[in-house]
T-cell receptor, first 112, second 114 residues
């Protein structure tokens, strides 16, 4: 079945440093979504990417969808303490079985 | 206020007992989902429903059951057949089914089986 892997699993950064998490799918995706889950909270939708090579920005966050639509990345510039949480990608396969498959997540902690 | 509610927030049960987790949404969404999250892990799909009176098994349906008698409600029963039920359970809904739409999550229920 479809698998979506994320790396790294954990990331500790000094406040102000940049952060990147990578998402890789075993199959081609029709779209990919990103979610953020604060400690003790529930996942909250951040963005959806649909087109090959698409890049979207939300303030300090930059999201990319790979040309082959099998990978994606989330980059945060100059991290702040409010960025703490677990970031999940979730991909929808291009081939039947239209279930959103969540990645394993990257937990970001910020060192003040 | 529109949204998804799950109750209770924390639930404790003895081993061997069935327990039902509630999920209600007033977003008028057609599709609803149940996920399980274990510490340090991602979300795994238990069951989903795209229309009233119909639901499909997800990746880890064994030991769970659901019903969808009303559009607004999608309760999950954790049965005694579930070998390791202690986990964080998240309910979600979306307006266009699984295809492209955003999933909105409830606050979750943390189930502990003693």
């Amino acid at each position: 079945g479809q698998q979506v892997m994320q790396i790294p699993q954990y990331q500790h950064v000094q406040e102000g440093e940049d952060f990147t998490t990578y998402c890789n799918s075993s199959t081609t995706l029709s779209n990919i979504q990103w979610y953020k889950q604060r400690p003790g909270g529930h996942p909250v939708f951040l963005i959806q990417l649909v087109k090959s090579g698409e890049v979207k920005k939300q303030k300090r966050l930059t999201f990319q969808f790979g040309e082959a639509k099998k990978n994606s990345s989330l980059h945060i510039t100059a991290t702040q303490t409010t960025d703490v949480g677990t970031y999940f990608c979730a991909g929808l396969s291009n081939f039947g079985n239209e279930k959103l498959t969540f990645g394993t997540g990257t937990r970001l902690t910020i060192i003040p | 206020d529109g949204g998804i509610t799950q109750s209770p927030k924390y639930l404790f049960r003895k081993e061997g007992q069935n327990v039902t987790l509630s999920c209600e949404q007033n977003l008028n969404h057609d599709a609803m989902y149940w996920y399980r999250q274990d510490p340090g892990q991602g979300l795994r799909l238990i069951y989903y429903s795209q229309i009233v009176n119909d639901f499909q098994k997800g990746d880890i349906a064994e030991g769970y059951s659901v019903s969808r008698e009303k559009k607004e409600s999608f309760p999950l029963t954790v049965t005694s057949a579930q070998k390791n039920p202690t986990a964080f359970y998240l309910c979600a809904s979306s307006s266009l089914g699984l295809r492209t739409d955003t999933q909105y999550f409830g606050p979750g229920t943390r189930l502990t089986v003693l």
